[in-house]
């Protein structure tokens, strides 16, 4: 299919590019941007005057609900809800049940998201089988079987021996291990530590949960060569000031390390419980004010590489509960764009430097686990993949359950929450070079 996208303001962050201009797409490809050839021929065009055309989202962390949990979302559901808010790539955590720890379960995952068309989807492999922390999986063949990365999603590793030895093998072959730092038994509770969760009665988790694990992390990467010849880490959903300047310390070290954050701890505190919200009841806890900032400054100054949706839909009979019954978790796809686009604008950055946390900076932490499509994925450039996000900048929309594609009606942004207008809306979505959504008013 030909297409060509006309009249747009074309953002590439890696590069700096931004100018107005067309782009012309072919084969999955993009063909050209700005110099049209004079002879090719659209079968489809689309009129993008006022909006952005930047490179499709990436998402880190996405939750899919399948296999296993299809009455919470499925994978028609939750694609058509990445594509709807302008991410074109994501990452599934191997949570799903069963968990993913053989290759015939990711080429299974991997085939129903390919016949859909829509979002791509990179799973992640389980570090351990069946996440129990026991037993190491089969890595070089679920890497076979597409995964780009293997991790324990919220089951912290109790057994630092079996951690150490995961560490190894995946820097042997050059595996990148996905960790999100939470010690396992301080860890077991609801609410940030602290006057607000002592106050309503809630089990805290305090930031030594996630520090504790930070240093045996780090450790264990000193251990095992250190710098360029140690192992990859990518840590998942970084939430406290002090966990900031720990991955901060590392990073100056040499440590191949780098991380994420998620929308509600960048943008959210615990005070946004309110009254028991459950709403609110997320993983990594909502932490105190001086975390978001922390979180906000690190984001900017590119020690937290990328920032995520945490998209983890939640069927209404377990997040309708007692808030410390309630299942933690939000949905974030159709999201994403809006709270990356208003942490920019409040911090004074370009569109370039903003879009960057959700498009290129991502991709490098893929790197090479991307194969044939590392060079161009996150990038707008000729010759490169045809994934494109084009929307509008300047439209506010709230959030609510009759505009959300995802099956996960939840989260602590909903206009009834007293949430913040999401600023820009996405007008049509191209995915390897087909329009996979496009916004019908």
């Not at 129903?112 to 389980?126: D, M, N």
């Not at 006057?195 to 264990?220: D, K, M, N, Q, S």
């Amino acid at each position: 299919m030909k297409i060509l996208i006309q009249g747009g303001r074309v953002i590439n962050p890696a590069s700096g590019f931004d100018q107005v201009c067309d782009v012309a797409i072919a084969a999955g490809r993009i063909l050209a941007i700005q110099n049209i050839p004079a002879d090719f021929a659209p079968s489809k065009t689309i009129q993008a005057a006022g909006c952005i055309v930047a490179p499709g989202l990436i998402d880190l962390c996405a939750r899919l609900r399948e296999p296993g949990y299809e009455h919470e979302g499925m994978l028609e559901s939750e694609l058509g809800a990445a594509v709807a808010g302008g991410v074109t790539s994501l990452v599934c955590p191997p949570d799903t049940d069963p968990v993913l720890d053989e290759p015939g379960l990711v080429e299974m995952l991997k085939f129903r998201a390919e016949k859909l068309h829509q979002s791509r989807v990179f799973p992640l492999g389980a570090l351990t089988r069946s996440l129990q922390g026991e037993v190491l999986t089969e890595m070089a063949e679920l890497t076979e079987a597409g995964c780009v990365g293997f991790g324990q999603a919220e089951v912290p590793l109790a057994n630092t021996q079996v951690l150490q030895r995961a560490m190894q093998y995946a820097a042997t072959f050059g595996y990148t291990v996905w960790l999100r730092p939470q010690e396992l038994y301080l860890g077991k509770g609801v609410a940030a530590s602290g006057a607000l969760a002592t106050r309503l009665g809630l089990a805290g988790v305090p930031v030594a949960a996630e520090t504790i694990a930070l240093h045996t992390i780090f450790e264990l990467m000193r251990a095992l060569g250190g710098k360029a010849s140690g192992p990859r880490v990518h840590l998942c959903r970084i939430s406290s000031a002090q966990g900031v300047e720990l991955v901060r310390a590392a990073k100056a070290e040499g440590l191949q390390v780098s991380c994420d954050v998620s929308i509600n701890s960048l943008h959210l505190t615990e005070s946004d419980i309110g009254y028991f919200d459950s709403r609110a009841r997320l993983s990594p806890p909502l932490r105190q004010q001086r975390d978001r900032d922390a979180l906000q400054a690190a984001l900017a100054d590119g020690t937290i590489d990328a920032l995520v949706s945490d998209h983890n839909p939640v069927e209404a009979d377990a997040k309708n509960l007692p808030f410390a019954e309630a299942e933690p978790g939000a949905t974030g796809l159709e999201l994403l764009l809006g709270l990356a686009l208003k942490w920019g604008e409040a911090r004074g950055h370009s569109l370039a430097q903003t879009l960057a946390c959700v498009t290129s900076q991502p991709a490098k932490v893929l790197g090479a686990s991307l194969g044939t499509l590392q060079a161009s994925l996150g990038q707008l450039v000729a010759g490169g993949v045809a994934d494109v996000c084009v929307f509008d900048p300047q439209v506010q929309w709230s959030v609510g359950s009759d505009v959300l594609t995802s099956q996960g009606k939840h989260t602590p942004f909903a206009h009834d929450m007293g949430g913040m207008q999401m600023q820009g809306q996405v007008r049509c979505t191209v995915v390897s070079g087909h329009v996979a959504y496009e916004f019908k008013a």
